[in-house]
């Protein structure tokens, strides 16, 4: 048990995948493991194909 890092609910905790914060259910989408702050506040219907890659060394 935790508090969500956007909305301050306490609950069980999920991490997103991009940013890494603590989110709770409400606040976190499980098809694309990332939070409504990254997934810009929406539900996506589709995960991408490609594969999730955090090395920013090109960037």
């Keep these: 048990m935790g508090i969500c890092s956007i909305c301050g609910r306490t609950g069980k905790l ?15 989408d499980p098809a694309t493991g990332t939070c409504r702050e990254c997934s810009g506040g929406r539900r996506l219907d ?11 060394r090109g960037a």
């Design 46 to 56: 589709k995960v991408s194909d490609e594969p999730f890659t955090n090395d920013l």
């Design 14 to 28: 999920f991490t997103c995948r991009l940013c890494g914060r603590l989110v709770c259910a409400r606040c976190f």
